[in-house]
């Protein structure tokens, strides 16, 4: 059986070799010629179990090249396209006008940034920086506290700049939870539909980690995927997993609890 997929990076042609009961990946585009070699898609298979998702194979598929795998027990399949991008440590810095410097402070360690950029894309920011509050007198902002680390603040910055230019950066399963928690702090709601849509197939996060995050970032994709997208079966096997554990009274509203209950008293 042969099937092609084509997005505006890549084509790959998806060849299931019966006999082997195998998933053969190939890249069947030209890409690699104009783009040089490289990881061209990271490909991870998983599996039910015991109302978890076990993955079962996470490879690469180099520019040019192939990948099998297995399917000996029919797995779902994830497919992230993969992009290499050039390492800046400053991506906003700040401009030549007065007052456009912003110092980010992460214990002894700190970034300047233009304020001017991140007032555009936060509220957050421009309340700060348009009011007499010490981040304006100071010019300065303190992330102490708040779990980040400069490294995951420059990917933020990564991100809201190709933001700026009409590119789109997504997030991936090391950097999710910190853009997240900072699109949440920051109240950048286009980067935290990102990280909601991201996070359904994030299989490398534990499912009930996932969905402990549903109601603190209120994650409305995410949401739906438990209440309209998994399976009655799934979602009870979810459920019996993680009750008494880290699904405790109080881990979630009475409403949601209510919802899910509805939704496990449907037939399918």
């Given at each position: 059986?042969?099937?092609?997929?084509?997005?505006?990076?890549?084509?790959?042609?998806?060849?299931?070799?019966?006999?082997?009961?195998?998933?053969?990946?190939?890249?069947?585009?030209?890409?690699?010629?104009?783009?040089?070699?490289?990881p061209l898609a990271q490909i991870v298979s998983w599996q039910w179990e015991g109302g978890k998702q076990?993955?079962?194979?996470?490879?690469?598929?180099?520019?040019?090249?192939?990948?099998?795998?297995?399917?000996?027990?029919?797995?779902?399949?994830?497919?992230?396209?993969?992009?290499?991008?050039?390492?800046?440590?400053?991506?906003?810095?700040?401009?030549?006008?007065?007052?456009?410097?912003?110092?980010?402070?992460?214990?002894?360690?700190?970034?300047?940034?233009?304020?001017?950029?991140?007032?555009?894309?936060?509220?957050?920011?421009?309340?700060?920086?348009?009011?007499?509050?010490?981040?304006?007198?100071?010019?300065?902002?303190?992330?102490?506290?708040?779990?980040?680390?400069?490294?995951?603040?420059?990917?933020?910055?990564?991100?809201?700049?190709?933001?700026?230019?009409?590119?789109q950066t997504l997030p991936n399963p090391t950097n999710v939870l910190a853009l997240l928690k900072l699109?949440?702090?920051?109240?950048?709601?286009?980067?935290?539909?990102?990280?909601?849509?991201?996070?359904?197939?994030?299989?490398?996060?534990?499912?009930?980690?996932?969905?402990?995050?549903?109601?603190?970032?209120?994650?409305?994709?995410?949401?739906?995927?438990?209440?309209?997208?998994?399976?009655?079966?799934?979602?009870?096997?979810?459920?019996?997993?993680?009750?008494?554990?880290?699904?405790?009274?109080?881990?979630?509203?009475?409403?949601?609890?209510?919802?899910?209950?509805?939704?496990?008293s449907d037939r399918q």
């Amino acid at each position: 059986m042969l099937g092609i997929a084509k997005s505006a990076i890549i084509t790959c042609e998806f060849t299931l070799l019966n006999q082997s009961r195998r998933l053969h990946i190939k890249d069947a585009a030209a890409s690699h010629l104009t783009n040089g070699s490289g990881p061209l898609a990271q490909i991870v298979s998983w599996q039910w179990e015991g109302g978890k998702q076990k993955i079962e194979e996470n490879i690469t598929l180099n520019r040019g090249g192939t990948a099998e795998i297995r399917c000996y027990s029919s797995p779902s399949i994830v497919i992230r396209i993969l992009q290499k991008r050039e390492v800046i440590e400053n991506q906003c810095p700040p401009d030549s006008f007065p007052d456009d410097d912003l110092t980010v402070h992460f214990g002894d360690r700190k970034i300047t940034v233009s304020g001017s950029l991140l007032k555009a894309v936060s509220p957050v920011v421009e309340r700060m920086l348009s009011v007499e509050m010490k981040e304006k007198r100071q010019r300065a902002l303190n992330l102490d506290g708040h779990d980040i680390t400069l490294e995951q603040f420059i990917q933020f910055l990564k991100t809201i700049n190709d933001h700026f230019g009409h590119g789109q950066t997504l997030p991936n399963p090391t950097n999710v939870l910190a853009l997240l928690k900072l699109a949440d702090y920051f109240q950048i709601d286009w980067l935290k539909k990102r990280c909601d849509a991201h996070l359904i197939n994030c299989i490398e996060i534990p499912l009930i980690e996932r969905f402990l995050l549903i109601e603190r970032y209120r994650l409305y994709n995410l949401k739906n995927f438990f209440l309209r997208c998994l399976s009655v079966v799934n979602l009870r096997e979810f459920m019996k997993a993680n009750l008494g554990q880290q699904l405790l009274p109080g881990s979630i509203s009475n409403d949601f609890w209510f919802e899910l209950t509805n939704r496990l008293s449907d037939r399918q």
